[in-house]
């Protein structure tokens, strides 16, 4: 099959990170298609090294970005510009097909049944089910259709700043025109969707049946804060801050990490990618320091830039989205607090 390929991006060494998680899960499970990554020029010499050893072909690209700050700041991800970079993946054209997935996903499952499946066939996002996302999908490589998809790019911008925008306004028919394009949910499980519909993903739809959750392929660790932004114990083989809402079902987040100390930690060791307090020790020892990413890059900095602090906002609709700070901000206390002043 080398005429079809997995494909992912990572602009720097954090996402290279997830990258690698990705790769080794594809890997493990035992694709039969070839694995692809495309790198932008910031992404330091051992980490691309490392990702050699993973995927079959690292692609140099170029960063397309949309600098769209508007549009970025409605979606509150300023970051996601560079996403657009995305859009390189239509041009692998040694490729007849290839299934895009981005570097915050890992496969629990092998899925290269995606491959029976036509451009464009995705998930749709959990908060807007009439688009999809794009986090996954099976398109055709295509010179054509990534000049067009840079014209519609550069006359009318994308709707959400990134990628996701721009392509389901090329692809605009998604929503209604073919249902064998809406992949099932499986094949692009949003973490955050467990806590907005926790009943579906433990649901049994009858006796002989699984239930949601545990058919998970594929799952996708979509939003701000990312498996590598977390801490990880990997005595209690546990993320830390158990008190974060939204670490209450961690169970994906720790098959992340638990992958992430498995398959990529050794590579980083042996090609001197993280710094030099996280090398010469145990495989395990070292993850909590590269969990601080001690990466060796110049182009970064030391530490994760840490989440910016949550606008109100911001508050609300992560509580509306079932991600209350219960030991925090929304503790009962001061829950309490507030009525009681209302109350006076
Ligand atoms: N990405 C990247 N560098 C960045 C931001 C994003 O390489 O600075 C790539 C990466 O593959 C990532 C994808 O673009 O998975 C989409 O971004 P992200 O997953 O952060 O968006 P979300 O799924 O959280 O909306
Ligand atoms: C989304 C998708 C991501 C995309 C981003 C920007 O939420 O999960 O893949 O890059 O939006 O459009
Ligand atoms: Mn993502």
Same mark, same amino acid.
């Given at each position: ?10 602009? %720097? ?9 990705? =790769? ?11 694995? !692809?990554?495309?790198? !932008?020029?910031?992404?330091?010499? *051992? ?9 079959? +072909? ?31 993946? &239509? ?18 499952? %092998? ?15 959990? /908060? ?36 996701? /925008? ?6 605009? $028919? ?13 094949? $692009? ?37 990312? *498996?590598? $932004? ?49 090398? =010469? ?10 969990? $601080? ?11 994760? *830039? ?10 609300? +609709?992560? &509580? ?25």
């Amino acid at each position: 099959m080398a005429d079809q390929s997995f494909v992912t991006l990572a602009t %720097n060494d954090s996402y290279v990170k997830g990258a690698l998680v990705l =790769g080794s899960s594809l890997r493990n499970y035992r694709t039969t298609r070839r694995l !692809t990554v495309l790198i !932008t020029p910031h992404v330091s010499d *051992p980490m691309r090294k490392v990702l050699e050893k993973v995927f079959d +072909e690292v692609k140099l690209v170029d960063v397309l970005d949309s600098g769209d700050v508007a549009h970025l700041a409605l979606l509150k991800r300023p970051e996601l510009g560079v996403t657009l970079t995305k859009l390189h993946c &239509w041009g692998l054209t040694e490729y007849s097909k290839c299934v895009f997935m981005d570097a915050d996903t890992m496969v629990l499952s %092998n899925i290269d049944e995606l491959f029976e499946r036509e451009e464009l066939s995705a998930a749709p996002d959990p /908060g807007w089910p009439d688009c999809f996302n794009s986090g996954v999908f099976v398109y055709r490589p295509s010179i054509e259709t990534f000049n067009q998809l840079l014209q519609l790019a550069t006359e009318k911008g994308s709707f959400d700043g990134g990628d996701q /925008g721009l392509l389901n306004t090329f692809f605009s $028919n998604w929503a209604t025109a073919d249902i064998s394009k809406h992949l099932p949910f499986i094949y $692009n499980l949003s973490s955050i969707s467990i806590y907005s519909y926790l009943p579906a993903f433990k649901a049994q739809t009858s006796p002989s049946s699984d239930r949601f959750g545990t058919n998970a392929k594929v799952v996708h660790f979509l939003g701000r804060l990312k *498996p590598w $932004n977390y801490t990880y114990d990997s005595k209690a083989k546990s993320v830390k801050d158990a008190q974060d809402p939204t670490v209450v079902h961690p169970e994906f987040l720790n098959m992340w990490w638990d992958s992430f100390v498995t398959n990529v930690l050794p590579l980083l060791q042996q090609h001197g990618a993280i710094k030099d307090t996280a090398t =010469g020790v145990k495989a395990e020892e070292a993850a909590e320091a590269v969990s $601080n990413l001690s990466l060796s890059s110049t182009a970064l900095p030391h530490s994760p *830039p840490s989440p910016p602090p949550m606008s109100s906002e911001e508050r609300k +609709e992560r &509580w509306e989205q079932g991600q209350a700070d219960y030991m925090g901000a929304d503790s009962f206390d001061n829950i309490k607090k507030k009525l009681d002043a209302y109350l006076q």
